[in-house]
């Protein structure tokens, strides 16, 4: 974009308009630079008219040593000289800096539309890990020990991530301890406390808004408290059993059980443990309301999240690195979408994504149209449309494939597709281990 078609463009998260160069010129240089950069024009008003500026032999490199004195770590800008309707204009051209949170005179900022904004405390603490590739339950913990690590819960993660070996390797392997003493990702996963606040998980079931039928407060490490959500979920909501004319009956749920699990295993992973405020889990007789506590990150949107086109960064990379050792999740940033999918495969509503009070609030829904079995006949039905439509969009495919995607089993999925086959909408080509399903259309 050239100069002037930024100026144009208004002032905005990378653009701003100073009529002379002044201390809050300092405070914007520093904004742009913890953030992806910008450019500065002096010599335009805020409203976009140009007045322009005079100049000196020195003044450029008067202003440039200036910036450079009065920000830590110092920043060297680039100044270019522009002439519009006669007039010279000078844009100070600012750099993401990578080492970050830069700061003049103690005080850091960031921006934000088109205004500067001080950063907390809590922002510069993460702007300095993200630089560092790192994130903050990797840092050791100031308030626990070795002691305070249940190695019965460690076991249980090398059971499951399937390591054979002595507790001392993994420590060091996943860099759970450091100099002798934890992280505090460590005492979030494998602590045994069953009043730890940090990870405090409150989860109700719910007649009304304000009548609870039954709750259940959760603390203690992270690893264990994924089943024990999990199995409060299944005692409080229905299921029903399909006769498929085969010697046991399929058991179907209210909802997509796998893609609830996901939802919960995102809660776990990505919330703030610095934060408050508790996780809450609620059940009503028509929905499930999931509010974790923890912002998106700035560079984020719901509708970037939804559509699982977007480079994920956990919050908690040490949490979220054992997690995936643990198989408890596959892969990072497509989440989201999986469960939107296997809802719609399921014929439910898609699920509602909503910023709120500082954390994310996530809403499923079960099929209001009857009773139980109704609602489970239709969403065994749109579990076949679900499919074939996917078949169509991701020919020659397998159904571990379609099962991923939907967040169900391989055993629905080759189910589905024998329906399909029998209803001469889907046919396998190839060999029998490199082969897949196409629709039949598809296939000619």
Do not use: C
């Not at 630079?33 to 322009?52: E, L, M, Q, R, Y």
């Not at 994924?226 to 010697?247: C, D, L, Q, W």
């Not at 009773?371 to 039905?381: A, Q, T």
Request: aromatic share 10%; proline share 3%.
């Amino acid at each position: 974009m050239t100069p002037e078609a930024r100026i144009a463009s208004g002032e905005g998260l990378h653009v701003e308009f100073k009529s002379s160069f002044q201390k809050e010129v300092v405070e914007t240089v520093v904004a742009f630079a913890n953030a992806k950069g910008g450019h500065i024009f002096i010599g335009i008003k805020d409203n976009g008219s140009v007045v322009g500026v005079t100049v000196g032999d020195e003044s450029e490199q008067h202003f440039i040593n200036i910036i450079k004195q009065s920000t830590e770590p110092s920043i060297i800008v680039d100044i270019e000289h522009l002439e519009i309707n006669g007039k010279t204009i000078l844009d100070i051209v600012v750099d993401e800096y990578p080492v970050k949170p830069v700061a003049t005179k103690g005080r850091y900022f960031k921006r934000r539309n088109n205004a500067n904004h001080p950063m907390s405390a809590t922002e510069i603490s993460d702007a300095h890990i993200k630089t560092m590739n790192s994130s903050w339950d990797y840092f050791a913990d100031p308030y626990h020990a070795l002691t305070d690590i249940d190695e019965q819960n460690v076991r249980k993660f090398m059971k499951m991530a399937h390591i054979d070996d002595d507790i001392a390797t993994v420590y060091s392997k996943f860099e759970l301890v450091k100099d002798s003493k934890i992280t505090i990702g460590a005492y979030l996963l494998f602590n045994n406390n069953d009043r730890a606040l940090l990870t405090g998980m409150e989860i109700g079931h719910f007649q009304t808004e304000t009548i609870i039928k039954d709750s259940l407060s959760i603390h203690g490490g992270l690893i264990n408290q994924v089943e024990s959500v999990m199995a409060f979920i299944y005692k409080h909501i229905n299921k029903a059993y399909v006769i498929t004319g085969k010697p046991q009956r399929d058991e179907v749920w209210d909802y997509p059980m796998d893609a609830i699990r996901e939802i919960v295993v995102n809660m776990i992973v990505h919330r703030d443990y610095r934060s408050s405020g508790h996780t809450t889990v609620k059940i009503f007789d028509d929905k499930i309301e999931f509010f974790n506590q923890g912002k998106l990150p700035e560079e984020l949107s719901i509708e970037k999240i939804k559509s699982g086109y977007y480079r994920s960064i956990p919050r908690n990379l040490q949490i979220a690195d054992v997690f995936k050792a643990a198989n408890i999740i596959e892969k990072y940033g497509s989440g989201v979408k999986r469960v939107i999918t296997a809802f719609k495969a399921y014929g439910l509503s898609e699920p509602t994504f909503e910023v709120t009070q500082g954390g994310m609030l996530v809403t499923v829904y079960k099929s209001t149209s009857g009773g139980v079995n109704e609602g489970v006949n239709e969403g065994v039905n749109e579990g076949v449309n679900g499919l074939y439509a996917l078949i169509a969009a991701h020919p020659g495919k397998r159904a571990p494939f379609f099962a991923e995607l939907m967040l169900t089993s391989v055993k629905n999925v080759e189910r589905w597709m024998k329906q399909l086959k029998d209803a001469h909408k889907i046919i396998f080509k190839g060999a029998p281990k490199t082969g897949g399903y196409y629709a039949l259309d598809q296939a000619e």
